[in-house]
T-cell receptor
């Protein structure tokens, strides 16, 4: 079983719609969780950290479910500029991070 | 300053060439990383330096040689590469007081090996 699993998609989303996807992780000792956004041929950029209580940043909401070992990302009122790959990243000990394959989101006008 | 700077942005090299990738950060981060990323794949960890010492080498071939001259700089020396080594090479850092374990990436070097 892979450390971090994501459905690569693509997720085709009409502009203005809501899209949500999950990421599952295998190691229950995982310490920290992040969502990164990556545009084509660019570097990953931190979108948001994910906290146990859930957190929101504008149109983006992240949730963590430790019991079921998954994190989620929800994007409301999708914009064309939200088209990107969203990488789930899980931190273990010793500075070791595990990346999911990413969820590719395509927002359609 | 929340920036990781990588040079060069693009590099084309032959299989007999020797070249180096450079990375610099001035955020006081204690850990620096090299990742390799192929198209439509997630980044793959190559090396981690923690407090200027190599702490993780993910069984990377010896034709890749990392170097950490000081806490702000990280190099990746390349020699006798193969065409399959063509990829985006990303440097990252983490572990400052304010940023904790969040990873900050440089813009990468797009490497083509002919």
């Amino acid at each position: 079983r892979k450390e971090v699993e994501q459905d690569p998609g693509p997720f085709n989303v009409p502009e203005g719609a809501t899209v949500a996807f999950n990421c599952t992780y295998s190691n229950s000792a995982s310490q920290s969780f992040f969502w990164y956004r990556q545009d084509c041929r660019k570097e990953p950029k931190l979108l948001m950290s994910v906290y146990s209580s859930g957190n929101e940043d504008g149109r983006f909401t992240a949730q963590l479910n430790r019991a079921s070992q998954y994190i989620s990302l929800l994007i409301r009122d999708s914009k064309l500029s939200d088209s990107a790959t969203y990488l789930c990243v899980v931190l273990y000990g010793n500075n070791r991070l595990a990346f999911g394959k990413g969820n590719q989101v395509v927002v359609i006008p | 300053d929340t920036e990781v700077t990588q040079t060069p942005k693009h590099l084309v090299m032959g299989m007999t060439n020797k070249k180096s990738l450079k990375c610099e950060q001035h955020m006081g981060h204690r850990a620096m990383y090299w990742y390799k990323q192929k198209a439509k794949k997630p980044p793959e960890l190559m090396f981690v330096y923690s407090y200027e010492k190599l702490s993780i080498n993910e069984s990377v071939p010896s034709r890749f040689s990392p170097e950490c001259p000081n806490s702000s700089l990280l190099n990746l020396h390349l020699h006798a590469l193969q065409p399959e080594d063509s990829a985006l090479y990303l440097c990252a850092s983490s572990g400052g007081r304010a940023t904790n374990e969040k990873l900050f990436f440089g813009s990468g070097t797009q490497l083509s090996v002919l």
